[in-house]
DNA sequence: CTAAACCTTGACGCTCACGTCAACGCAAGC
DNA sequence: GCTTGCGTTGACGTGAGCGTCAAGGTTTAG
């Protein structure tokens, strides 16, 4: 199959693709032409980047999960490179929790009365 | 006080102060030699801004609040335009938190059993 | 034969809040 | 007079993940 399918199958564009071979995270064999060819297999890499994206990781840290599959594992996060993603990323967003929770008393308070209120220190976050 | 004393009495740069003034933020009048000069009460404004910042608005968002102590209100936040934009930073909070608690269920269950488990649809939460 | 619909690489655009030069003027201490 | 440390404007760089041309080659349908 070539990009343009593996695109419209992947629900994505072709410039993405491109930019994830950019990357190192999807590779295709050339046609004579010139053409990339993808197999099935690589739809699958695909889908593993997009839906750990959904779950706010970078492109970078998908990374051990299609290195996972590319392994010939079922699931890209049986590897504890993979798992090491998770946890990391679960500390992330543990973290912006509790600071999205001080963020919102804080708004809650402010709406609430009209009094200064001492301001927590910095945010950034993402996810 | 010029730049350079402003810029360390709030703890922040030249470069911010004059970006900010690009945005229509902070006004100075001129000396003869054409360096900026502030007034106490830019210190004031300056001191909105980034404890704004700190709760995860945008410099466009801090612009009422700054307008507010321009017109001369004590605090900031005491003008309509400022309660709006509380409101609409603390509805996207509460959207966030929504999101990040997805988000960490989704991750506590991949790291606890190595199920397929389906995925949601995009996350972007940010502040 | 031609137009449409694919494909290729390369390069700039985008958001945001500045950081970081560059190249210069002004002021003060020695 | 010279250095040091202020100030000025202007312009490009940063990060993330692509979007969007530009300028061409290829393949296919009519």
Redesign the interface.
């Known amino acids: 199959m070539r990009i343009g399918e593996l695109a419209k199958r992947a629900g994505t564009t072709t410039r993405a693709l491109r930019f994830y071979e950019s990357e190192g995270l999807l590779e295709a064999r050339r046609t004579s032409n010139g053409y990339r060819e993808y197999a099935e297999h690589d739809l699958r890499l695909v889908r593993e980047i997009q839906?750990l994206?959904?779950?706010?990781l970078s492109l970078e840290d998908t990374r051990p999960f299609v290195a996972c599959l590319r392994a010939g594992h079922e699931?890209g996060?049986?590897c504890p490179d993979s798992?090491e993603i998770?946890?990391r990323?679960?500390a992330e967003?543990?973290a912006?929790?509790d600071r999205?929770?001080t963020?919102?008393e804080?708004?809650?308070a402010?709406?609430a009365f009209?009094d200064?209120c001492v301001?927590?220190?910095?945010?950034?976050?993402?996810?």
């Open positions: 839906s994206q959904a779950v706010g699931s996060d049986s798992r998770y946890r990323k679960l967003v543990d912006c929790l999205l929770n963020v919102r804080f708004l809650v402010r709406l009209q200064p301001v927590p220190e910095e945010i950034q976050c993402s996810s």
